[in-house]
């Protein structure tokens, strides 16, 4: 098992930037891949950027590529999000994943199990 926990949200106008971050702990060691997703109301929940542990590939939504940075403290099992930019349509729930399987965050198909793992997610929202 994996518990993540995610910090960080909060309310930012428009340009401004955040950054969240997400503390793992438990079987860590298991975990290939994780990211961040988001889910605005009345949306499907949307994976924004994610990084492979195995290769270090990292992938990110169109949308938010050059404003958002993901990055991992291998040592302290944190992930983050560096969010710069952020718009309005960038209001969301932010949600930290991890999984044993290897996915990227533009094509997985969020479906029950996978991710694997989520946190409980921490609010972002942007005002104009």
């Known amino acids: 098992q994996v518990q993540l926990v995610e910090s960080g949200g909060g309310s930012v106008q428009a340009g401004g930037s955040l950054r969240i971050s997400c503390a793992a702990s438990?079987?860590?060691?298991?975990?290939?891949?994780m990211g961040w997703f988001r889910q605005g109301p009345g949306k499907e929940r949307e994976g924004v950027t994610s990084?492979?542990?195995?290769?270090?590939?990292?992938d990110y939504l169109d949308s938010v590529k050059g404003r958002f940075t993901i990055s991992r403290d291998n040592d302290k099992n944190i992930l983050y999000l560096q969010m710069n930019g952020l718009e309005p349509e960038d209001t969301s729930m932010y949600y930290c994943?991890?999984?044993?399987?290897?996915?990227?965050?533009?094509?997985?198909?969020?479906?029950?199990?996978?991710?694997?793992?989520w946190g409980q997610g921490t609010q972002v929202t942007v005002s104009s």
């Open positions: 990084i492979d542990i195995v290769t270090g590939f990292i």
């Open positions: 438990g079987y860590t060691s298991s975990t290939k891949c």
């Open positions: 994943a991890a999984d044993r399987a290897r996915w990227v965050a533009e094509s997985v198909v969020v479906s029950p199990g996978r991710p694997e793992y």
